[in-house]
């Protein structure tokens, strides 16, 4: 399972993570809530790629 990072300093609040994959990636509070179980890794790391700011990052 991949673990992915979201860096709030980094973040510039585009919302292209919530649009791509919102079952993933919601906004709540002004903060990114991640659940990397709702969605194929492909597809996760494909939005995490497409991050503007590059404020989501996968861990290895």
Known sequence: MLKVTWDEDT???SGDCC???????REENDKIVIDN???AEDA????VHRCPSGALRIES
């Not at 649009?19 to 990636?25: A, D, E, G, M, S």
């Not at 996760?44 to 939005?47: C, S």
């Open 19 to 25: 649009t791509l994959l919102p079952k993933v990636f």
């Open 11 to 13: 973040c510039i609040h």
């Open 37 to 39: 179980t709702q969605a």
């Open 44 to 47: 996760i790391r494909d939005t």
